[in-house]
């Protein structure tokens, strides 16, 4: 088995919810759930932010001309059932049901079409960048599955390939670091190098924000993602080293 991981990044205009992120620079959407079939597309996505933002990212997964990711800039005629789960004041829920016609397509589709069946799809949204990471066979065409992708998003999206590696039980395992979204490791990176987590502080988070020419908050957002996600991956290595130990 490999793990493919690659971006899109959408141009102002060409997706409501990629819109929405970039307007709401402290919200971000991860995938619960993704399915596809020939015909259909279902999955329930995870969205963090303020209550403004929520309220917005509810508004564009209703709006008519989004269709759960179709890739088809003009109304392509399907019909897309939108459902929210949860809502809170910063967390929204949401199921989407989408039955694909003649002229749609989204990467799930064009990843059926040409890596096959068996397919398990992650995503996280923030800002307009877009990632997807797909679990697959080790024989499926990336390339062509990668090339046909290209095609089908045009112009108004730009597509970056991250990595491709293999799934290997007995492969020591990629750097958290390695697994967070550019911004974080950008924001990361900066905060050590400028002394933000040394004690006495050398910076502080405002002037670290002006340094790098982004709101206050959307640092403090980035650095609290990164925080978090390595943390958890800390914890579960820790707790996979233990389960490794005591079955010795």
Same mark, same amino acid.
């Given at each position: 088995?490999?793990?493919?991981?690659?971006?899109?990044?959408?141009?102002?205009?060409?997706?409501?919810v990629?819109d929405?992120?970039?307007?709401?620079?402290?919200?971000?959407?991860?995938?619960?759930?993704?399915?596809?079939?020939?015909?259909?597309? +279902?999955?329930?996505?995870?969205?963090?932010?303020?209550?403004?933002?929520?309220?917005?990212?509810?508004?564009?997964?209703?709006?008519?001309?989004?269709f759960?990711?179709?890739?088809?800039?003009?109304?392509?005629?399907?019909?897309?059932?939108?459902?929210?789960?949860?809502?809170?004041n910063?967390t929204?829920?949401?199921?989407?049901? +989408?039955?694909?016609?003649?002229?749609?397509?989204?990467?799930?589709?064009?990843?059926?079409?040409?890596?096959?069946?068996?397919?398990?799809?992650?995503?996280?949204?923030?800002?307009?960048?877009?990632?997807?990471?797909?679990?697959?066979?080790?024989?499926?065409?990336?390339?062509?599955?990668?090339?046909?992708?290209?095609?089908?998003?045009?112009?108004? $999206?730009?597509?970056?390939?991250?990595?491709?590696?293999?799934?290997?039980?007995?492969?020591?395992?990629?750097?958290?670091?390695?697994?967070?979204?550019?911004?974080?490791?950008?924001?990361?990176?900066?905060?050590?190098?400028?002394?933000?987590?040394? $004690?006495?502080?050398?910076?502080?988070?405002?002037?670290?924000?002006?340094?790098?020419?982004?709101?206050?908050?959307?640092?403090?957002?980035?650095?609290?993602?990164?925080?978090?996600?390595?943390? $958890?991956?800390?914890?579960?290595?820790?707790?996979?080293?233990? $389960?490794?130990?005591?079955?010795?």
């Amino acid at each position: 088995m490999r793990e493919f991981v690659f971006a899109l990044e959408y141009e102002p205009g060409t997706n409501p919810v990629a819109d929405v992120l970039a307007a709401y620079p402290d919200a971000s959407i991860r995938s619960l759930s993704c399915h596809v079939t020939a015909d259909s597309l +279902w999955r329930v996505d995870h969205a963090e932010g303020s209550a403004e933002a929520l309220e917005a990212l509810e508004d564009a997964y209703k709006n008519a001309d989004f269709f759960a990711d179709c890739l088809v800039k003009d109304d392509c005629g399907a019909d897309c059932e939108v459902q929210v789960l949860d809502r809170s004041n910063d967390t929204l829920v949401v199921y989407t049901y +989408w039955d694909r016609t003649d002229v749609c397509t989204s990467v799930p589709h064009v990843a059926l079409e040409y890596l096959g069946e068996g397919l398990l799809f992650e995503t996280y949204r923030e800002g307009r960048r877009y990632r997807w990471r797909i679990v697959l066979g080790s024989d499926a065409p990336i390339h062509e599955f990668f090339d046909a992708l290209g095609d089908e998003v045009g112009e108004c $999206t730009g597509i970056e390939m991250l990595r491709l590696t293999e799934l290997d039980p007995d492969r020591a395992p990629l750097e958290p670091e390695q697994d967070l979204p550019v911004e974080q490791r950008e924001a990361l990176r900066a905060a050590v190098e400028h002394g933000y987590y040394e $004690t006495p502080r050398r910076i502080e988070l405002g002037e670290l924000a002006e340094q790098l020419e982004i709101p206050r908050s959307t640092l403090s957002y980035r650095l609290r993602r990164a925080e978090s996600s390595l943390a $958890t991956n800390f914890v579960e290595a820790d707790d996979s080293l233990e $389960t490794l130990a005591a079955g010795l």
